[in-house]
C-alpha cells in the first residue's frame, strides 16, 4: 500500500531526534495500551493484519498520533470489528459482558514468552527451496500493491545482492488479508545506499532489509 505510513527514505519531515534517557513508557497509559494489545492478540488475528489497521489510518491521524495513540485507535477499530463493544458502548464508557471475549486471566509465563519472542512467522511448510543464493543480485519488484505489504517504497525497481537466507516465513501481503500463510523464503538483501538515495547518499553507506521471494526477480527481469 502507498500510503503515508511507508515513510521510509521520505524527505521533508526532518532529522529522527533521540529523546535523551528516554523512558520505557511516557505515561501509565502506554502501559495499558501495550498490555491490552498483548493481551487481545490472539482474539484480533495475525500481526500483519493488524499492522494494516493502522495503515488505513488518515494522514492526518497517523502524523498527529503519537506511538501508542495508533495502538489505542486500533485496539478501538479491531474491537467494535470483533463485536467486544458497539460504538454506543464505547462512547458511554460502559460496556456490557462479552462472549467474544473469554473471561480467562492470562499466565504471566505465556505473557512473558509473548513480549520476548512474540508471534514466530517461520513455517517448516510451503515453498521452502529458494530461488535464489547468497551473492545473488537481485531486483526488488516495481509493483504497488493496494493492500498491505512489507515491500518499501524506496527500495522498488532498485537492485540489491543476496546477504542472507532467513528460512521460511508467512507472507505478510495475505496474511493480513485473510488469504493464507502461503510460506515463502525470506532473504536480507544489503542495497548501496547510493542505489537507493543517489549519488549524494554515503558511498560506503548500504542498507540491509528482509525481502520475501514474491518481492523479488533476478536483475535482469
Not at 533521540?18 to 495475525?46: N, Q, Y
Not at 515453498?127 to 551473492?135: L, N, Q, T
Request: hydrophobic share 35%.
Amino acid at each position: 500500500m502507498n500510503s503515508i505510513h511507508d515513510m521510509g527514505g521520505m524527505t521533508c519531515f526532518g532529522a529522527v531526534k533521540p529523546e535523551e534517557d528516554e523512558p520505557v513508557f511516557h505515561g501509565e497509559w502506554e502501559r495499558r495500551v501495550l498490555a491490552l494489545t498483548l493481551a487481545t492478540s490472539v482474539l484480533f488475528g495475525p500481526l500483519d493484519r493488524r499492522r494494516h489497521v493502522l495503515e488505513q489510518l488518515s494522514p492526518l491521524e497517523y502524523l498527529s498520533y503519537s506511538y501508542y495513540e495508533r495502538w489505542l485507535a486500533r485496539i478501538e477499530h479491531l474491537s467494535k470489528e470483533a463485536g467486544v463493544f458497539t460504538d454506543e458502548e464505547f462512547a458511554s464508557g460502559v460496556v456490557e459482558p462479552s462472549e467474544v471475549v473469554p473471561n480467562v486471566p492470562i499466565d504471566p509465563d505465556t505473557m512473558d514468552s509473548i513480549i520476548r519472542q512474540g508471534d514466530p512467522s517461520g513455517r517448516d511448510s510451503g515453498r521452502s527451496e529458494p530461488c535464489f543464493a547468497v551473492g545473488d543480485r537481485v531486483s526488488a519488484r516495481n509493483i504497488n500493491p493496494p493492500g498491505h505489504t512489507r515491500l518499501v517504497r524506496y527500495v522498488r525497481g532498485r537492485v540489491g545482492v543476496i546477504h542472507r537466507l532467513h528460512g521460511t516465513h508467512l507472507f505478510p501481503d495475505t496474511t493480513a488479508h485473510d488469504k493464507g500463510e502461503n510460506p515463502q523464503p525470506l532473504y536480507s538483501v544489503r542495497f548501496d545506499a547510493t542505489e537507493l538515495w543517489g549519488s549524494l547518499a554515503p558511498i560506503k553507506d548500504s542498507l540491509f532489509i528482509d525481502l520475501w521471494e514474491d518481492y523479488l526477480e533476478a536483475e535482469n527481469g
